[in-house]
């Protein structure tokens, strides 16, 4: 380990840092300790925010009482719920670059020697995680948890479905309301394996939270002990000059998809960990990504996909159980923020008989923890929840949750149906202008053209209904919720608003998608089947006679993010250079 130096040894301010410091509260022997900073995204913003402020106070006490000064700084996050279906989701990518940006002139204006990151949902951890690698400095982040179901099993990932089966007449006014008043009954990241769930998963995975940290239940009084163990462990880093980059390693995100492969995580999970490479200076392989996924089993059962919620995973073991169950696939001598090697952490929590308890939260559900995080032997599926394709439709491939895909639906065949923009394709969606059979595919919506919204009615109207959930394939340069059920490919590269292939697809084309070989391709032109070589030249044809897009009026943040945003497959952050 490497000794670091603290603020107060560099004197590195002027004379007005002291007084400024002492008119925040602190007495004057905190300005000759070390000192941290508490980044968090509380605030009034949605369920996965609001809490997050008592969870500081918390970090805050382990840390005082470790011999840190403590400085609470926060930029909250939006709701991609809350946004839903409006021109708002548009930020929602653009809000990830301004979070991070926000943690790095915190931590950098504050002169802190270290910082605690505290944050729950599907941005946020990603912008610290983002910012983390950019600082370089000692970090810990502590995932703030997951809220309770609501009545009748019914939690936020159902309302689209329950919002399509209101349109269609299939559910009255009255039950759509009591459900849309009960599915968020506490605070807390949204209970299902959505891309926060996912997020807290992958930190931990990491090695970047303290074991058993993610996905706690809210309403847990262990959740307020391990935020006071947060703070107590910063002070170690700080002793032990581990810095975020001893953590985030080439081994550390390898960890992280063998475990996004085995829990069936979110696809947005393969934006947020290619720009965490890319920002702490390491290649991301998709061939890599597709071996993984190729090679190790889906095993944790939790909705979308699966049957269960998020905080049942807690008490079944959380990643700590899933990590186990997988650890001959993982890099165990990756250094976390114990000071130990993952290996060691689990061998610790097997001494303890940490893998052989029995939760009597899940008997009280008439579970035992193999109902949610099964053995490799009995998997979910012998593959794991993504599929990564190419083909002429994507030359720079897209991605598809494999676990969320029926089996007759991994291998399809069908006619485009063609919308510039979601709006008119869910519309076409409730109204019956979608048909079975239809490659549905939705362009200008990458992170150029629109700032990459999620697809996320859209694939629930399409779920919800009984004649297209297992007979529509639905393909976009946008991206989808993790909530996200059926064949559903995006992140389609190179994006329409950069001229890829999907910009010039017509109705009528003959759309192939192989989750199998992981191909992704124009077979047929006007219903016929064609030659590769056919095809090749109807889509050039085609670009030579396509207009130059031109993105519409915009400022501010989303005008800055849509200009300057890369292609997905390089995690969609801002390319300034």
Not at 159 to 182: P, Q
Not at 224 to 252: E, H, N, V, Y
Not at 324 to 331: A, G, I, T
Not at 552 to 574: K, Q
Request: aromatic share 6%.
């Amino acid at each position: 380990m490497k000794p670091v130096k603290h603020h107060s040894q560099e004197m590195r301010w002027g004379p007005e840092v002291d007084p400024l410091r002492i008119g925040c509260g602190w007495d004057k022997e905190d300005l000759a300790k070390p000192w941290l900073l508490i980044e968090s995204s509380g605030g009034d913003s949605h369920p996965g925010s609001v809490h997050l402020p008592d969870l500081v106070n918390d970090v805050r006490e382990g840390a005082s009482k470790a011999g840190l000064a403590v400085g609470r700084y926060s930029c909250t996050d939006m709701c991609d719920g809350i946004a839903q279906g409006t021109e708002a989701m548009s930020y929602s990518l653009a809000s990830r670059e301004l979070l991070a940006m926000a943690a790095e002139l915190h931590y950098r204006s504050g002169h802190f020697d270290a910082w605690v990151a505290v944050s729950s949902c599907d941005k946020a951890i990603p912008a610290h995680l983002i910012a983390a690698a950019r600082l370089n400095s000692p970090v810990l982040f502590f995932p703030g948890g997951v809220m309770h179901t609501g009545p009748d099993d019914i939690s936020v990932d159902r309302m689209g479905e329950l919002y399509a089966r209101l349109r269609r007449g299939e559910i009255s006014e009255d039950d759509y309301r009591y459900h849309s008043l009960t599915a968020a009954p506490c605070a807390g990241a949204c209970n299902f394996l959505g891309t926060a769930v996912t997020m807290q998963i992958l930190t931990e995975a990491l090695g970047l939270a303290l074991p058993t940290s993610a996905c706690c239940p809210t309403t847990e009084n262990e959740q307020r002990r391990l935020a006071k163990a947060a703070g107590a462990a910063a002070a170690s880093l700080i002793a032990g000059g581990l810095t975020s980059r001893d953590f985030i390693s080439s081994q550390a995100i390898e960890n992280a998809l063998v475990i996004h492969a085995a829990a069936g995580g979110s696809t947005n999970a393969m934006l947020h960990l290619p720009a965490l490479a890319a920002e702490a200076g390491l290649a991301f392989s998709w061939q890599r990504v597709r071996e993984i996924n190729g090679s190790v089993p889906w095993i944790l059962n939790l909705r979308p996909s699966g049957e269960h919620t998020a905080d049942l995973f807690w008490y079944a073991g959380g990643v700590p159980r899933l990590m186990w169950e997988v650890r001959d696939r993982l890099n165990l001598d990756v250094i976390t923020v114990t000071g130990r090697t993952l290996g060691e952490n689990l061998e610790q929590l097997d001494a303890k008989g940490s893998f052989q308890s029995h939760s009597p939260q899940l008997t009280s559900h008439g579970l035992a923890v193999r109902d949610v995080i099964h053995s490799l032997e009995e998997p979910l599926d012998e593959h794991g929840s993504l599929a990564v394709l190419v083909g002429n439709l994507a030359p720079d491939g897209a991605v598809c949750k494999r676990s969320s895909v029926v089996p007759d639906m991994i291998r399809f065949k069908g006619h485009a149906r063609v919308f510039n923009g979601q709006s008119a394709a869910l519309e076409a969606a409730l109204t019956g202008g979608i048909k079975p059979g239809d490659a549905v595919i939705v362009r200008f919506e990458g992170p150029r053209a629109s700032g990459m919204p999620e697809m996320f009615y859209l694939t629930a109207a399409l779920a919800a209904d009984r004649e297209l959930n297992e007979t529509v394939a639905l393909v976009t340069d946008g991206r989808f919720s993790g909530a996200t059920r059926g064949p559903c490919i995006g992140h389609v590269c190179p994006e329409a608003a950069a001229r890829g292939p999907i910009s010039v697809v017509e109705d009528g084309d003959l759309v192939s998608m192989d989750l199998e070989e992981g191909k992704l391709e124009i077979i047929g032109i006007a219903g016929q089947g064609r030659s590769p070589e056919a095809i090749a030249e109807v889509l050039q044809e085609r670009m030579a006679h396509l207009e130059v897009w031109q993105p519409p009026p915009r400022s501010g943040l989303l005008e800055l993010y849509t200009r300057l945003a890369g292609p997905a497959y390089e995690g969609a952050r801002l390319r300034l250079s």
